[in-house]
């Protein structure tokens, strides 16, 4: 018996080990200070009321970013903001879900009801961008209707029995004559497209519209060799957008160690274990001007770096993000860095 419950002990050892457990350990160092608290006074690391996303450059020497402003009554307020390098706030106009800052300074995005919306400028009225007046699916569905009705394929001249295989023809038909007409009014002259919320923003010389409805067959087999409308738009140049601001290259803010204090799981039931993860303490450096600070915060994951650094360019200000984990109930925002 004992012989037995030694062999299955080691046996539920191998299976644990071989899923991914990590021995664990105490926090290395207990009294470093938890983010966003640090050890050097001279460094200050402060919370924003936002979470900035992407940032990007500007004319005029400021700076664009996508941000989630949260209000003290507990709101958010979703933004393209522009702000100078201290990131006070110059102007702003409302989004509601994707964006897209065009290099010739123009402004998309998602309006409340899902429209494309451009704005020259951030002081601008917006202005809706049209749909294109090509309906590739109206046009297919128009073709497929006459053919049933009326000419050779027309199904009151054939038996019910034929009626499927008269009805994959047909759609045949109508679909490759609309995507030869989509080639001849969609590509004609198009200079750029850019993917907004999963509709087609089409640049052409003198005016853009937004596609949705391309021609789609109902049976996948009467596309033949020939490219899909949609693969086809996305053969085109992506319309160039805004430069992003750099991320940091890492040397201001390095994990200088990590502890495993636990293990988490995920996956498996009551007869096989799940996968496990390491989670624990990182504890990082972060150089300022020449000034160094260090800090620790507990992650779920402790192998993926949960802060990351970014620099304003040509100052001496940073950003700190924090990914947000399962376990963060606040909401996430971004921290600025200074040296007093």
Sequence with gaps: MRIIKVTIFFAITAIIISCGYTKTEDDKFPNMAVFPESSNPEITIKPLKMKMYDMYSSNNATLFAAVNFFYDDGATGQYIMEMDDELNRIDSIPRHGDYFIAKNGNFYLE????????????????????????????????????????????????????????????????????????????????????????????????????????????????????????????????????????????????????????????????????????????????????????????????LAQKITSRNIPNTNTYLLDVKHERYDYDRSVTYIVRKE
Excluded: M
């Design 111 to 302: 309006d409340e009801n899902r429209n494309v919306v451009k704005y020259n400028n951030l002081k601008s009225e917006p202005q809706k961008i049209p749909t294109h007046p090509f309906h590739g699916k109206l046009y297919k569905d128009n073709l497929e209707k006459e053919l049933k009705e009326k000419g050779a394929y027309a199904l009151n001249k054939f038996p019910d029995s034929l009626h499927y295989e008269i009805s994959r023809k047909i759609d045949s038909i109508s679909y490759h004559k609309a995507a030869d007409e989509f080639n001849k009014q969609v590509l004609t002259n198009l200079e750029c497209v850019r993917d907004i919320g999963g509709k087609y923003l089409l640049t052409y010389p003198q005016n853009e519209f937004i596609i949705e409805e391309i021609p789609t067959p109902l049976w996948d087999e009467n596309i033949g060799n020939r490219k899909r409308p949609y693969e086809l738009l996305h053969k085109f140049d992506q319309c160039r957008q805004r430069d992003r601001f750099i991320i940091g290259d890492g040397k201001e803010l390095i994990i200088k160690d990590k502890a495993v204090t636990a293990n988490g799981s995920s996956g498996g039931n009551h007869f096989v274990p799940g996968t496990f993860y390491p989670k624990g303490y990182q504890y990082y450096e972060f150089s300022v001007n020449n000034e160094t600070t260090q800090f620790k915060i507990f992650a779920e994951y402790v």
